[in-house]
């Protein structure tokens, strides 16, 4: 079993639709999630950094962290086609840590 | 803030040669660098963690000899494909982290392709 479950999609939604992407892990002693979205052929680029338990807003982004299930999701709201990317979460144990990352979900948003 | 260069973008060499390439931090200092390697629709594959002044540390089954790592500042650590072979082709990532910070951001990555 992997330590940080993804599913890779490919998941196409129609433009303004509210996405919801989905990470789920089996290690508790991961603290600290993050989510990075990649466009094709380039580096992945941080989107959202979360530690407790609960959600955090940034614009059309929403990141969730449930500790108790293990489960943290990332929410687009009024998804647009310059969404398109793979969407990949990413978590670690304590601040030095290394990341340890989910496949990705390949995500498609139609105009 | 927090930018991440990484050179070049793309790079084509000879089975047998050797390849670099450049990982910057541009606005900050980063005391950890970390090398990945990505196959195509795969996440990516930590080769290396390495801190300014010090040994990289490889992971498992990653080559040290093929994949040499230098931090020699705060702001730049290099990775060396040493002796390229066709099957070193692949898409190679550095991320940067500052001390004391948790998350890491990422260079633009680097398509090798050996042929």
């Known amino acids: 079993q992997k330590e940080v479950e993804q599913d890779p999609g490919p998941l196409s939604v129609p433009e303004g639709a509210i996405v919801s992407l989905n990470c789920t892990y089996s290690n508790s002693a991961f603290q600290y999630f993050m989510w990075y979205r990649q466009y094709s052929r380039k580096g992945p680029e941080l989107l959202m950094y979360t530690y407790s338990s609960g959600n955090k807003e940034d614009g059309r982004f929403t990141a969730q962290v449930d500790k108790s299930s293990k489960y943290i999701s990332l929410f687009i709201r009024d998804s647009q086609p310059s969404d398109s990317a793979t969407y990949l979460c990413a978590m670690t144990v304590n601040q030095g840590g290394k990341l340890i990352f989910g496949q990705g979900t390949e995500l498609s948003v139609k105009p | 803030g927090a930018v991440v260069s990484q050179h070049p973008s793309r790079v084509i060499c000879k089975s047998g040669t050797s390849v670099k390439i450049e990982c910057r931090s541009l606005?900050?200092?980063?005391?950890?660098m970390f090398w990945y390697r990505q196959f195509p629709k795969q996440s990516l594959m930590l080769m290396a963690t390495?801190?300014?002044?010090?040994?990289?540390?490889?992971e498992q089954g990653v080559e040290k000899d093929k994949f040499l790592i230098n931090h020699a500042s705060l702001t730049l650590s290099t990775l060396t494909v040493t002796s390229a072979h066709p099957e070193d082709s692949s898409f190679y990532i550095c991320?940067?982290?500052?001390?004391?910070?948790?998350?890491?951001?990422f260079g633009q990555g680097t398509r090798l392709t050996v042929v």
């Open positions: 991320s940067a982290r500052v001390g004391g910070r948790t998350e890491a951001f």
């Open positions: 606005d900050f200092q980063a005391t950890t």
């Open positions: 390495s801190n300014e002044g010090s040994k990289a540390t490889y």
